[in-house]
């Protein structure tokens, strides 16, 4: 049986940037992807400022618009149109994007199998059989990057987003439309507020087309189809054609969601990081792939005496992703209650528009602001109570 140090599984943002930094330093890395890389995701593609900054790999050729603005409406009415100096996102279209990073890891050393899925893992004393559609590999340690639907999860028992944690679904359509009408949207996403209580639509241009989608927690599910109709006559589209549409859960960790078991560790969106609140994933799956790598070294390099083993990931996930992961929750807890106030205070005050762009260019945090509302933090903590 192919033995390696590590088996990643999924070619996502999690697993290639993982496979990247692993094989960087030296490790031998199987990359398993159930589909044809390049591969579709349903995603907005907006790669966040700070997102962007995290990424130590050069992905500007993937780059299809650079966003400075955002117009935003409450029910579709009343836009109110925020203004940036720097970029605040880049919009890239994920079968590029992705498939660029793991061409990255290949050329680090990656092995990388793709139309392989991972049906289930077993567990031994010096490592981990994985087994796939393609035959069965051996592992010291496997990385589950495998998406919210993980097989890697699954097998440890964990149901990431029924756990206590909320799930998310959005759906997303890529809308072909003229160059002119093209021109309009360039270099600006339009975000509908209200749309459905608590959740948004957005519009993100790419290139040659728009990608427009609507998010909303599991409950609200049904009413998602008829919004995202009501959201895309409200775009200034002229004539235009869906050429791809599909749905997707994002499931959002909860608290006691294991992040390890043994020799195996889950990241990305396969542990439940993603912001609650906005529904960036993107970064979490790159952030936690940075933490993982570290740790996983550290293990494979250790000897059986020297009591090291892979907790030191959930412990950092826990001291470094989550406190974010639970502001945000927090956020996303009173812009459910309260989404005409929140629009209403963007629109009436300019520090509301420059908080959410500071957030979105990594110069500050959720906890950060959370920690500066003092009193006000604890209110929102009460108005959570009970949900986690
Ligand atoms: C509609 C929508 C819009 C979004 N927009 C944004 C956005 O604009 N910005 C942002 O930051 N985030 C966005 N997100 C979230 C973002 O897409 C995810 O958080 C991100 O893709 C997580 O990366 P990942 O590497 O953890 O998982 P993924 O990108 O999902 O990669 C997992 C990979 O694992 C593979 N896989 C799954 N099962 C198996 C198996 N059994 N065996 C082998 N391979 C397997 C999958 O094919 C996939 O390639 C959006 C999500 C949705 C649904």
Redesign the pocket.
């Known amino acids: 049986m192919p033995s390696y140090d590590v088996i990643v599984?999924?070619?996502?943002?999690?697993?290639a940037i993982l496979s990247y930094e692993l094989s960087r330093e030296g490790m031998s890395v199987l990359l398993?992807?159930?589909?044809k890389l390049p591969?579709y995701?349903?995603?907005?593609?907006?790669?966040?400022a700070h997102?962007a900054a995290l990424l130590d790999l050069d992905a500007s050729d993937t780059v299809e618009d650079t966003i400075y603005s955002a117009g935003v409406t409450y029910k579709f009415k009343d836009e109110y149109v925020g203004r940036s100096e720097r970029p605040l996102a880049y919009m890239v279209m994920?079968s590029n994007f992705?498939n660029l990073l793991v061409e990255k890891a290949r050329e680090k050393g990656t092995t990388i199998i793709d139309e392989?899925?991972?049906?289930g893992l077993r567990m031994e004393d010096d490592g981990v059989t994985v087994m796939?559609e393609r035959g069965r590999f051996h592992a010291r340690v496997v990385a589950g990057?495998?998406?919210?639907?993980?097989?890697v999860a699954r097998s440890l028992g964990i149901r990431v987003g029924t756990d206590g944690g909320p799930s998310t679904a959005?759906?997303?359509a890529e809308v072909a439309i003229s160059a002119a009408e093209m021109e309009k949207h360039r270099a600006t996403v339009s975000l509908d507020l209200g749309c459905i209580p608590g959740d948004y639509a957005w519009t993100?241009p790419k290139r040659e087309h728009l990608s427009i989608?609507i998010?909303c927690s599991s409950p609200q599910s049904k009413k998602l189809k008829r919004q995202f109709g009501k959201f895309l006559a409200t775009q200034r589209l002229g004539d235009y054609a869906i050429t791809k549409f599909s749905g997707?859960l994002?499931p959002i960790r909860g608290v006691k969601s294991p992040l390890q078991q043994g020799r195996v560790l889950l990241?990305?969106?396969?542990a439940g990081l993603?912001d609650p609140l906005s529904?960036?994933?993107?970064?979490?799956?790159i952030w936690s792939a940075h933490l993982a790598a570290p740790v996983i070294r550290n293990f494979l390099d250790s000897s059986p005496g020297d009591d090291i083993d892979l907790r030191d990931y959930a412990l950092r996930v826990e001291s470094e992703i989550m406190p974010e992961l639970e502001a945000a929750y927090l956020a996303s807890r009173i812009f459910k209650r309260f989404p005409f106030l929140t629009f209403k205070a963007l629109q009436k005050d300019e520090r509301v528009w420059r908080g959410c762009t500071r957030l979105i260019c990594g110069e500050t945090s959720y906890s950060a602001i959370r920690k500066s509302l003092g009193g006000w933090g604890k209110i929102a903590a009460l108005l959570s109570r009970g949900k986690r």
């Open positions: 599984v999924g070619a996502g943002p999690a697993g398993l992807e159930k589909e591969r995701k349903c995603c907005a593609g907006g790669v966040t997102c994920r992705d392989c899925r991972v049906m796939a990057a495998d998406g919210p639907y993980s097989a959005a759906i997303e993100f989608g998010g997707h994002m990241l990305g969106d396969a993603i529904g960036e994933g993107i970064y979490y799956a």
